[in-house]
């Protein structure tokens, strides 16, 4: 059983390799206890919840809740902040009841004076050591409440000094990994954008001392894919309190008798093996219990996006000139970017406007798109759906549909206005037109770009604010209705890069566009920092052109990820084309590996100019090594994750040798290049 309760007043969360704990204290407070390795007794939690007791009679900020609300003597950041329609804003609550069904716990926090609760809803996933947190407010009141924040979770994590962990960035250096210590005041990480962003993460790690391979680290990641908050605040009285839900930044929602609102769940773990062990663990729950079922097992195809090559300038001919050199370089998969639908010339037309442009298709997509099939590849295509021109049909019929401000000039960001997500027509027009488009063409594949963020905050049904979580609803609509209606078709989640890239977009997509930077070693960074939350299927990388640069050191940096071609394949030559072909069979080679093994990060770029990565399953597994220095190349590296009895034939540049695991995790070998700026492949296979 993974939830105990014991006494009725305290519950014991247990998962394969952890433990949480919280109690019920003397005035029916819940206080957080314990979260960490499992415990041989949860009784012993009894004696802990009375003796803190004594402590800290009252209450306030030396408390460690497990739901903290403004008001009563609190100075710290809280899951809630409310105000009852006499004005009153505080939130005292007792445990009304504690109610377990299988792996799902609900605990209920009712205010003694109002009609109002909040239930703390927790699903316990025991295989994959994760806990699922979220918050739901019931309004039972004769009078409204009005909510100005619901966080999905709170953790205060015992002691100081934390290390608290983020991404930072911004358009084309997404993902930048954002280590700091909080020994004093709070850090927040935040979106109010509309939809997560390039800047922040909705997600989190906390620890002290952890490295790749050690310590212990909490963490957590937030499903949601529109305004969040992360905020980490190292409360005085010697905990970090960590909350994290939907951003309160121009947020409120009010509860009528009888209303409820459910705050998107928040999925915490906790590993002792550092952030590798984190991400291994976050990567297994990913592919387990996020990605769409019908294609995680499927691996991504090698692709060709044609964007690079052509831009806007969408020439059928050309395309198909490409596609026939992508299908000799053995391209699985071929996408037309931006540029193919109305008058689409450049950035400034034709969003809206999804027929195909007939000047650019004279005989029809239909034409291309069998050209394509005949190649034995699949063929993919991009759309920007809540997206709009001023110079557009759609804008021209219907300029009420955009998020604006009655007396204010409308602004663009990339010359084009934000469709208003919150009216439901808006979400049916679309539906009907990309159901149309899927419908009447071979479309196997869509690239799903978003390339500005909300400004004008206008909720159409009138409430102002809720307006950026129906934004998000709405386009959450649109993207399962056309899953359902679609289930043969693939989808790629973009936005100008990766400002898309969480969670609940990974429940809905079948793999991400991290950046629109594919310099490799601006891309080595990005994907470090990416693949903390986020594996390496989910990982979109194409190899593009930049002639200072080796192909294969390209190609290979690429090839961390799910692989993809960008380069204009039309201005090279055989020899360049052979070469091509030589990294997408090596690829294809590697890639059971890369998209399903599990991921060790066992050198970091920013440690010196190497980046050695290891991936690894059962049979294969495959070292990729990235060298950007011009130092010594590095001896020989020690693997991890191999069996230690079985034997390994290894293939790379300590050529082809026959191996223990154990002599590979023990001495090593070599797996890096002699060269500055060279990218290596080793292949690992079980014998
Ligand atoms: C931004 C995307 O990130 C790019 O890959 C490309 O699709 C362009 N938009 C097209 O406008």
Same mark, same amino acid.
């Given at each position: 059983?993974?939830?105990? #309760? ?147 979770? =709170? ?15 911004? &358009? ?7 280590? =700091? ?6 850090? #927040? ?17 906390? +620890? ?15 499903? &949601? ?39 998107? !769940?928040?999925?915490? +773990? ?22 769409? @079922? ?34 000799? @370089? ?12 109305? $008058? ?18 004279? $005989? ?17 295509? &991009? ?52 159901? *149309? ?29 809720? !307006? ?56 080595? *960074? ?15 990388? &194409? ?35 052979? =070469? ?86 023990? $001495? ?20």
């Amino acid at each position: 059983m993974s939830i105990r #309760v014991f006494e009725n007043r305290l519950i014991l969360l247990e998962t394969a390799h952890t433990a949480y704990a919280m109690g019920v204290d003397a005035v029916g407070v819940l206080r957080h206890l314990y979260y960490g390795a499992k415990v041989a007794r949860g009784e012993d939690f009894l004696d802990e919840l009375d003796r803190i007791q004594d402590l800290w009679p009252n209450g306030g900020d030396r408390v460690a809740e497990e739901f903290s609300a403004a008001g009563c003597l609190r100075n710290k950041e809280t899951s809630l902040r409310l105000r009852y329609a006499d004005r009153t804003r505080d939130f005292r609550y007792a445990v009304e009841k504690i109610d377990v069904q299988g792996e799902r716990l609900t605990v209920t926090l009712k205010d003694a004076d109002y009609g109002f609760a909040v239930e703390l809803l927790y699903t316990v996933l025991p295989e994959h050591d994760i806990i699922g947190r979220a918050a739901r407010a019931v309004n039972l009141d004769e009078e409204a409440v009005e909510l100005t924040r619901l966080f999905s979770m =709170e953790l205060p994590l015992p002691g100081d000094d934390y290390e608290f962990l983020n991404m930072t960035g911004h &358009w084309g250096a997404e993902h930048q990994l954002c280590i =700091e210590r909080v020994s004093g005041g709070k850090k #927040v990480y935040e979106s109010v954008h509309g939809t997560t962003a390039f800047d922040a993460q909705p997600n989190w790690a906390a +620890g002290r001392g952890v490295t790749e391979t050690a310590g212990e680290v909490w963490f957590g990641a937030l499903q &949601w894919t529109g305004n969040f908050k992360v905020v980490a605040e190292s409360v005085p009285y010697h905990y970090l309190n960590v909350t994290a839900g939907v951003s309160d930044a121009g947020f409120s929602r009010t509860l009528r008798r009888g209303e409820a609102y459910e705050t998107p !769940v928040a999925w915490l +773990g906790f590993s002792r093996e550092g952030y590798g062990g984190m991400s291994r663990l976050l990567h297994r729950f990913a592919h387990d219990c996020l990605m769409p @079922a019908a294609r995680r097992d499927e691996p991504l195809e090698v692709l060709y996006n044609s964007w690079y090559a052509t831009e806007f300038d969408v020439v059928c001919e050309e395309q198909e000139r490409l596609a026939d050199k992508a299908a000799k @370089a053995g391209v699985e998969l071929f996408v037309i970017d931006d540029g193919w639908f109305g $008058q689409r010339a450049n950035d400034r037309a034709g969003l809206g406007d999804w027929y195909v442009n007939p000047e650019k298709f004279p $005989q029809g997509l239909a034409h291309l798109i069998d050209h394509v099939h005949g190649l034995g590849m699949r063929f993919g295509l &991009w759309i920007e759906p809540e997206m709009v021109n001023p110079d557009s049909d759609l804008f021209r019929a219907h300029p009420d549909w955009i998020y604006a401000y009655p007396r204010r000039e409308t602004v663009t960001g990339r010359n084009q206005y934000c469709l208003n997500m919150t009216r439901p027509e808006v979400v049916d027009h679309l539906i009907e037109v990309f159901d *149309r488009l899927l419908t009447e063409h071979g479309i196997d594949y869509i690239k799903w770009d978003m390339n500005r963020f909300m400004a004008e905050a206008l909720d159409d049904g009138g409430e102002d604010g809720m !307006v950026y979580v129906h934004h998000a609803q709405g386009v959450i609509r649109l993207a399962r209705a056309l899953r359902e209606r679609h289930p043969e078709v693939s989808f790629e989640a973009c936005a100008g890069g990766g400002a898309r890239v969480n969670y609940e977009t990974m429940s809905i997509f079948d793999q991400f566009w991290p950046s629109d930077n594919t310099d490799p070693i601006d891309r080595c *960074r990005i994907q470090e920092g990416y693949s903390y939350f986020y594996p390496a299927k989910y990982m979109r990388a &194409w190899v593009t052109d930049d002639p200072r640069l080796p192909f294969t050191f390209r190609a290979r940096c690429a090839m961390c990820g799910s692989f993809g071609v960008g380069s204009n394949l039309n201005a090279m030559s055989d020899a360049e084309l052979e =070469e091509v072909r030589a990294e997408v069979a090596l690829y294809k080679r590697i890639r059971p590996a890369v998209q399903f093994g599990e991921l060790y990060r066992l050198r970091s770029m920013r440690e010196g100019g190497v980046q050695i990565w290891q991936y690894v399953t059962e049979k294969l597994s495959a070292v990729i090594s990235v060298v950007d220095h011009t130092l010594d190349p590095t001896g020989p590296v020690r693997l991890q994750g191999l069996e230690p009895d079985a034997i390994y034939r290894v293939e790379g540049p300590c050529g082809t040798r026959t191996l223990s695991g154990a002599y590979l995790m023990g $001495q090593g070998v070599q797996v890096t290049g002699s060269r500055h700026l060279s990218a290596e492949v080793t292949v690992i296979e079980k014998l």
